[in-house]
């Protein structure tokens, strides 16, 4: 009787922790929480398979920033490298050759297997070493010489297999 009320208060104390510890206030003070992102509205990524983004690369813009987008709506012709530089930059991060350009992430991705094919071939040879038995003695050379010459004296299988592949008068096989 009193094992059943300690198990009955021990299931009623751990119900009341499990609430109180999925408390939202409780986990936000415990817990640095992210900043959530909306994924219904647009989003910036740049991708080489989809060169004009949903939205542009910079939303909030400086004072020069906005001058110079109210300068992009008159004659290009009048606007510096520079200046059509720093439009493009407000609408994209990177530039083409900029997302083409090869990363050096083949380094790690190759490193990361020869490190794995090591490892391998240590527990392999540990295995070999320490925990598999030493090779049997039917294995060796001279075991199987004997077991040759064994088998055709017996005459083992005369007609169609391994006796009739060799000449009893001369010594040698066929």
């Not at 900029?98 to 020869?114: D, H, N, Y």
Request: proline share 6%.
């Amino acid at each position: 009787m009193l094992h059943l009320t300690a198990v009955r208060m021990g299931s009623l104390l751990a119900r009341r922790a499990t609430v109180t510890l999925t408390n939202s206030s409780a986990r936000m003070v415990s817990h640095d929480v992210a900043e959530t992102v909306d994924m219904s509205r647009p989003m910036y990524w740049d991708r080489v398979d989809l060169p004009l983004p949903d939205r542009p690369f910079k939303d909030a813009m400086s004072a020069a920033e906005k001058s110079l987008k109210q300068k992009e709506k008159g004659p290009w012709g009048q606007l510096s490298t520079e200046e059509k530089i720093a439009l493009y930059r407000l609408a994209f991060c990177q530039t083409f050759p900029e997302m083409k350009k090869p990363s050096a992430e083949w380094k790690a991705v190759l490193g990361g297997i020869f490190i794995f094919l090591g490892f391998t071939g240590l527990v392999v040879w540990w295995q070999k070493v320490y925990v598999y038995p030493k090779t049997p003695r039917t294995f060796d050379e001279e075991w199987q010489a004997k077991q040759l010459k064994r088998m055709l004296d017996m005459r083992v299988n005369p007609v169609e297999g391994f006796a009739a592949k060799w000449d009893y008068e001369k010594g040698q096989w066929k």
